[in-house]
């Protein structure tokens, strides 16, 4: 079976770790308890959504008229990015292009991970690093396959 056979459905996040380069202490962007799914579709699509556990609703309890605090939070709390996929199954990688993202930095960015996959547990690295939290960090993702929607 291909990489990228290995790869297609649906993945919970069970960890998100960023282990920052200078050698300082790790620390966890979405909490200890992250919420987020990663779907691979066969045709070569892919969605990454990633969540703080226990946000708070907006007061309003409309997503267009949050407060100055809660939009912050929001944003904080939430990481989203959606487009094509790549795998390159002579050297087992993968990369994702980002069509959509809730962080416009990324907006046509082509970002290579490094893949893993033992049993129903996904493993995603940064490949190179990224500014998180104000340092340079390398991130480590764990992502365990959902079970089948019947």
Known sequence: MT?????????????YVEKPIDGSAPFHPMGEEPLGMIIYTADGYMSAQLMRSGRQDFASGDWFRGSDEELRNE??????????????????????SMFVSLFPNWLGQTQPRIVSIEGNILHLSSEKPIKSGGKMTMSDLSWKRAEPNT
């Open 3 to 15: 990489l990228r056979e290995r790869l297609v459905g649906a993945w919970k996040l069970v960890s």
């Open 75 to 96: 944003a904080l709390g939430y990481i989203a990015y959606s487009g094509p996929y790549h795998t390159d199954e002579e050297k087992q990688t993968l990369t994702h």
